[in-house]
């Protein structure tokens, strides 16, 4: 591991507050208040939804109640209920019902009465605020909005009685809660994107691979030593593969030798922040005497920018993820690129909710359901997609070129939340 290198990321972290661990736990609590601040009552409202529950057991989280506890007290104790109230006033109040740390009663309500259980509680708060929805979280669409557990939910059936009637699916609350960000989180995903192409590159390099020797599988390793020191951690892979000439295809496991096209797919999150990245960046292994990879290599690079570039310029707001597909899709296609589209969002989760714009095992131009959502402001999305072409340096063989990096949509434009990949890293 590179200490120099490792000291320069640290910095980038500690920049943001996102380090060291402690630091980190006082960005979660601020990025969790103004979430509550400025998003809840949004996506309260957008949804029309007048009280939201978030219900968990112990050994048993709803997705959803990992977003609103604080650093301190990730999982539920015994029965923990969650209760926003939305005010005429557009305000929102905030319970927590259920053991607590000293963290959360400094964000949320304690309405429990001496004597009552969480379920009593419930019931009083639904009778008194005598709302016309009541969100839970079920949903056909997302895991993530989908936690209430068959037994959590009868028995909140059973405290709040006759307003089991009013209950409507949390799907559409979940999503907004989740699709949008504040201003602050994009300052630290700027960051994070920052050190995630910090770490691809050191391990891109002569102080991780040695062709001929070093396998990929090796190099992922060394991915993963980085975020350990930095006290983060990968929800995936990370994935590292080549291609190379004379073989078809991409070979996911082996050692690198010279010549090969070296590809990887990586993301990390935070222990407490939860921000997570998504990336995919190239790197050519210089065979003894060259100097730069071959034209062709780098003019399919170029490609797959360009091919981002019109990405881009179709995501409208207020436009669906099918339709800024294909779009952009008959943008690239009309210039002679052979493309692949298949971009998320990301941010509160790795596979975020909101559009999705393709799929990589559905190229049709039509993605029921995420593919129908419309693309907003203050959406951070993971620009996956690849471009592939026959090249004459590999004797015509077809040649995938795999990128990915992290964008920002606000009202007004989209933009890079660190640099974009724009020469082959060489090794």
């Not at 006082?26 to 219900?55: F, S």
């Not at 630290?188 to 102080?207: L, P, T, Y």
């Not at 052979?338 to 095992?361: A, C, K, N």
């Not at 993971?382 to 949509?409: F, H, K, R, S, T």
Request: hydrophobic residues 40%; contains cysteine.
């Amino acid at each position: 591991m590179n200490n120099t290198r490792l000291e320069a990321m640290k910095e980038k972290l500690r920049a943001v507050g996102a380090y060291p661990l402690r630091a980190e736990t006082e960005l979660a609590t601020r990025i969790l208040k103004d979430r509550l601040e400025q998003i809840l009552p949004w996506a309260m409202e957008t949804a029309g939804v007048d009280l939201w529950t978030v219900i968990a057991r112990e050994n048993h989280e709803d997705p959803i109640h990992r977003t609103l506890y604080t650093w301190d007290m990730p999982l539920a104790r015994r029965v923990s209920i969650m209760m926003f109230v939305r005010q005429a006033d557009g305000t929102v109040k905030k319970y927590y019902l259920g053991m607590a740390c000293p963290s959360m009663t400094a964000i949320y309500e304690n309405p429990m009465l001496k004597g009552e259980t969480v379920w009593q509680t419930a019931a009083r708060l639904v009778k008194e605020a005598d709302p016309k929805t009541i969100a839970v979280n079920r949903s056909r669409l997302y895991g993530f909005c989908d936690g209430i557990s068959s037994t959590l939910y009868e028995q909140f059936c059973e405290a709040i009685g006759c307003y089991e009637e009013h209950i409507v699916d949390g799907e559409d609350v979940c999503t907004r809660w989740l699709e949008r960000i504040t201003p602050l989180e994009k300052e630290v995903m700027k960051a994070f994107s920052a050190v995630n192409q910090d770490v691809i590159k050191a391990c891109f390099s002569k102080d991780v691979i040695t062709p001929g020797v070093t396998t990929t599988e090796d190099v992922a390793w060394a991915m993963r030593e980085y975020f350990h020191a930095l006290g983060l951690t990968f929800w995936f892979g990370p994935d590292v593969n080549f291609q190379r000439k004379g073989l078809d295809g991409v070979m996911n496991e082996g050692v690198i030798m010279p010549g090969d096209l070296l590809h990887c797919d990586i993301g990390f999150n935070a222990t407490f922040v939860r921000l997570f990245t998504d990336m995919q960046w190239v790197a050519y292994i210089l065979p003894d005497g060259e100097t730069k990879a071959p034209a062709d290599l780098q003019k399919l690079l170029d490609t797959g920018n360009r091919f981002r570039k019109l990405v881009t310029d179709n995501m409208v707001i207020g436009k669906d993820g099918n339709a800024a597909f294909n779009a952009a899709m008959a943008a690239g296609r009309a210039e002679g690129i052979r493309p692949w589209l298949y971009s998320h969002t990301v941010g509160t989760f790795g596979h975020g909710p909101g559009p999705v714009i393709g799929m990589y095992d559905n190229q049709s131009g039509f993605v029921a359901g995420t593919g129908e959502k419309t693309l907003e402001a203050d959406m951070v999305y993971a620009l996956e997609l690849n471009v592939c072409d026959n090249l004459p340096c590999w004797d015509g063989q077809l040649v995938y070129m795999y990128i990915e990096e992290n964008i920002c949509q606000d009202a007004e434009h989209v933009y890079y939340l660190a640099e974009q990949q724009k020469e082959l890293i060489l090794v």
